[in-house]
């Protein structure tokens, strides 16, 4: 029905920024449903933690460790959201997934997930 693509993971040094986008395919009427996008991240040995969320309306929501650093945005006429990640530091790496769901409570059972991009933080 829908289909994430992530890109825009890398490798940067502490302190630097990357830019990931998020971009839905597929479904027109799933794409409309699902109206809400969140970025995920997944350390080895650690449970995934939602990093970002942005609602259908524009509203954001950030984990306490990325707030202030990290911004989310959204271009609906491109089926894209970004994740402007600034002043990143090491305890940023990980896997990052997206996902895309009705609003953020949702179930799983009616979310998306992109495979992933590696952010990788170090000097």
């Known amino acids: 029905q829908v289909q994430l693509v992530e890109s825009g993971g890398g490798l940067v040094q502490p302190g630097g920024s990357l830019r990931l986008s998020c971009a839905a395919s597929?479904?027109?009427?799933?794409?409309?449903?699902?109206?809400?996008y969140g970025w995920y991240r997944q350390v080895p040995g650690k449970q995934r933690e939602l990093v970002a969320g942005?609602?259908?309306?524009?509203?954001?929501n950030y984990a306490d460790s990325v707030k202030g650093r990290f911004t989310l945005s959204r271009d609906d006429a491109k089926n894209t959201v970004y994740l402007q990640m600034n002043s990143l530091k090491p305890d940023d790496t990980a896997v990052y997934y997206c996902?895309?769901?009705?609003?953020?409570?949702?179930?799983?059972?009616?979310?998306?997930w992109g495979q992933g991009t590696q952010v990788t933080v170090s000097s």
């Open positions: 597929g479904s027109i009427v799933s794409i409309s449903a699902l109206g809400w």
């Open positions: 942005i609602t259908s309306g524009g509203s954001t």
């Open positions: 996902n895309k769901r009705p609003y953020r409570w949702a179930s799983e059972v009616n979310s998306y």
